[in-house]
């Protein structure tokens, strides 16, 4: 079965620090979404990445994808207290089917 | 508002009792994807639904089932329900089968007792 991991699994930062948060994963995709989950709420999608090298930006936060080392990163810059969540990456797979396997989440505090 | 609708918000129930949730996606998509969260086992891909035909299945337990229906409205079906099946239910949508954006409905909170 694919495992996916994500680390660190909880992090604190400084308001106008820069981090990353790291989303490895066992097995061969080219699919690999981010999504933040604010607490008791549901998950709202941040960025689809379906090629390696793909890059997106929305804001403050930046994903990436690299296929080959089975890697992707959410980068976070300039941290502001709004972006304090959770942060799930999930790795799709299209050979059984369509399925989606999830990271642990990271759990983001920005601390003003 | 993400435009996915589901009710109902929270359900009580007894082990061994049977639900139905219901989801509603945005206008327009094809897709209907269920998802289980809890603090055991995290997030878990259940099933999606692509226009009324089964798409893919994740890790849904035979005592689950799930449709879509003709106007894309899908339902997750839980029986036997046991302690372990408390979770929240999300459920999200998306235009086509899945290599795109999803947009998810604010979930179902099962308490089974």
């Known amino acids: 079965e694919l495992k996916v991991e994500q680390n660190p699994l909880f992090l604190s930062m400084q308001e106008g620090k820069n981090y990353t948060i790291y989303c490895n994963y066992s097995t061969t995709s080219d699919r690999l979404y981010w999504y933040r989950q604010d607490p008791g709420k549901s998950l709202e999608s941040l960025f689809v990445l379906l090629s390696n090298g793909a890059v997106k930006q929305e804001g403050r936060l930046m994903a990436s994808l690299d296929t080959k080392a089975r890697l992707s990163t959410l980068h976070i810059t300039a941290a502001v207290h709004d972006l304090s969540a959770t942060y799930f990456c999930?790795?799709?797979?299209?050979?059984?089917?369509?399925?989606?396997?999830f990271g642990t989440g990271t759990s983001l505090t920005v601390i003003p | 508002d993400s435009g996915v609708t589901q009710t109902p918000k929270h359900l009580i129930t007894a082990t061994g009792q049977r639900v139905t949730l219901r989801c509603s996606p945005r206008?327009?998509?094809?897709?209907v994807y269920w998802y289980q969260q809890s603090l055991d086992q995290g997030l878990q891909f259940l099933i999606q639904y692509y226009n009324g035909e089964e798409r893919a299945k994740g890790n849904i337990l035979e005592r689950f089932s799930a449709q879509q229906f003709p106007d894309l409205h899908s339902e997750l079906n839980l029986s036997s329900l046991e302690l372990g099946d408390s979770a929240l239910y999300f459920c999200?949508?998306?235009?086509?089968?899945?290599?795109?954006?999803?947009?998810f409905g604010p979930g179902t909170r099962l308490l089974v007792l």
């Open positions: 999200a949508s998306s235009a086509w089968d899945g290599q795109e954006t999803q947009y």
């Open positions: 206008s327009g998509d094809l897709s």
């Open positions: 999930a790795v799709g797979l299209s050979d059984t089917g369509n399925q989606f396997y």
